[in-house]
């Protein structure tokens, strides 16, 4: 099988639903890259995988290191990487020098940056110099000390702000554009109005395509379940469950047991 380009997943627009996942490391890229169109190294990674408080401490060299992993696992999905906060904001030039970089060291084959109307001139400069862009607009996480918190956007008056910015972005080049925590009439009506695939994150059924995270779609934050996160598994509380039996049967020496130990081999014997 062919791999998918973002050329693929432009054509996509109004055909059947765009199917994808954030990844982080080469096993669970492996496990999605038969299902998956595109795979995101989303800069979600530094909340999900490091601890960090928000995705503002992301850095390139952290993008860098997961976009390499999840490459490893890819053969068929097209991998989109995160440009990380501060490395595209200044203008153009910056944004180019970093996205070469991403897709150079990663194998990637397209870059996603926040911003609509402010971000237009960018993206027109990546696109036009070979650089897919997958834009990303509504709630954009890296702005999340200026937009005063993770709330829905583009309700009421603010409604027109995010369709200027999905306009811009298409018109600019972008060959996706994510909407995040958007209301579902305007998510419905973006994708209607323009010319590319919207992919909705809590956004609206309607949309050309869906991402989520896939630690939370697996339910590996039993603390954590945002309204718009559907849990598909419950990997952390199996996770805790496994890691408790370990622990009582290593305290009562019932792990491990005659199977998960080596016996003496009597001499010539075959050894294991
Ligand atoms: O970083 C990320 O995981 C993302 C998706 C939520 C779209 O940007
Ligand atoms: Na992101």
Known sequence: TKAITAEDIRARKGQDPIVSLTAYTTPMAGLMDDTC?????????????????????????????????VARGLKRAL??????????????AQ??????RLMRETGA???KLEGGVEMAETIRFLVKRGIPVMAHIGLTPQSINTLGGYKVQ???????????????????????????KVPQVLADQITAEIAI??????????????????????????????????????LGPMAEAAIKEYATEVRSRSFPAAEHVFADAAPGAKKD
């Open 154 to 180: 583009g309700r009421d008056e603010q409604a027109e702000t995010v369709i200027a910015d999905a306009h811009a972005v298409a018109e600019a080049g972008a060959f996706a554009v994510v909407l995040e």
């Open 95 to 100: 944004a180019f020098g970093n996205a070469a």
């Open 197 to 234: 695939p919207t992919i909705g994150i809590g956004a609206s059924a309607g949309c050309d395509g869906q991402v989520l995270v896939l630690d939370d779609m697996l339910g590996m934050f039993a603390a954590f379940k945002p309204k718009f996160v559907k849990r598909y598994a419950d």
């Open 37 to 69: 169109d595109f795979v995101l190294v989303g800069d979600s990674v530094g909340m999900v995988l490091h601890g960090l408080p928000s995705t503002l401490g992301v850095t390139m060299e952290m993008m860098v290191l997961h976009g390499q992993a």
């Open 79 to 92: 991998m989109v990487i995160d440009m990380p906060f501060g490395s595209y904001e200044e203008g153009p």
């Open 109 to 111: 084959g397209a870059v």
